[in-house]
């Protein structure tokens, strides 16, 4: 089927109180891999790319696999731009085609993040696409993101505020996640994820998620996160799989044997946390 748009993946998601997995996608055989695993669990599907990804093949080429992918499943999927840190960057994905937006202010003050937030979503709206904004930061290092080692948490009527202020229909929140390799296991402000979920009416995303505990994962599904993020993980399982065949066939030269084994990786674990999400038969 044709891509979709994130809005009533997220909203239907929220009604029925599970997620959908969102998984950041580096290469062809990632995509495939996404997708394959959406099929065989018959579950809705977010792939998305960050502006570091964009910058090594461009909107066109991922916008152009994603396409293809989707038009080939019987599943629905939306390609979502990740952390797009600019007003500029997030109307060329609008431009290429992205079903989803995700323009991240955070950086800036809380002012200057509700000015570019409703920027984009005013551009975006017209055409039918939704956008997704953070408030807080969320810590660790990914990519060109840089979070800091410190995360000031979402402040529940802060964000209540900014949901009003901008017309964003999804939030990221700060609860203690951060991007890339945890160096211990995240302790998760639980209770102030329920604090925003009162408050708040729009679907809320949990970023920053490769290692966090499934159980913990699950908990935040259970508070009110409709969208979870992926990307590190899928990198470390794309890897995997090509390490493996190198080690074991050191002379392999052909590019699709150890990339074949590497998409099986990915599409391995994308399954795993599709039923930690629970988006499992809600295609």
């Known amino acids: 089927m044709p891509l979709v748009t994130t809005k009533q993946l997220l909203l239907d998601a929220r009604k029925g109180g599970y997620a959908v997995g969102a998984f950041n996608v580096e290469n062809m055989e ?31 080429y991922f916008y152009a696999n994603a396409k293809v992918a989707a038009e080939h499943a019987s599943v629905p999927a939306a390609i979502h731009l990740d952390h797009g840190n600019s007003f500029e960057l997030a109307m060329q994905a609008l431009r290429a085609g992205y079903t989803s937006i995700m323009i991240d202010g955070s950086h800036g003050t809380f002012e200057e993040n509700i000015a570019v937030s409703k920027a984009v979503a005013d551009a975006c709206h017209p055409s039918g696409v939704p956008v997704e904004a953070e408030l807080g930061k969320v810590g660790g290092k990914e990519d060109d993101l840089d979070g ?119 599409k391995m674990y994308v399954m795993d946390k599709m039923k930690v999400c629970g988006s499992v038969g809600k295609a």
């Open 30 to 60: 990632m995509v495939q891999a996404v997708i394959a695993a959406a099929e065989e669990l018959n579950s809705p599907v977010i792939m998305q790319t960050t502006p570091s990804t964009v910058k090594y093949a461009g909107l066109d």
């Open 148 to 266: 800091g080692d410190q995360n000031p948490y979402t402040d529940p009527q802060q964000a209540k505020e900014f949901v009003e202020a901008t017309g964003v229909d999804s939030l990221a929140v700060a609860i203690g996640t951060a991007h890339g390799v945890y160096k211990g296991i995240p302790k998760l402000d639980v209770e102030r994820l329920s604090e925003i979920r009162k408050v708040v009416s729009i679907p809320l995303v949990l970023h920053g998620t490769s290692g966090v505990p499934d159980e913990a994962v699950k908990e935040c599904i259970r508070r009110g996160i409709c969208k979870v993020n992926y990307a590190t993980d899928l990198r470390i399982a794309f890897s995997k799989g090509v390490k493996k065949v190198l080690k074991e066939n050191p002379d392999t030269f052909d590019p699709k044997k150890y990339s074949a084994q590497g998409r099986e990786e990915v």
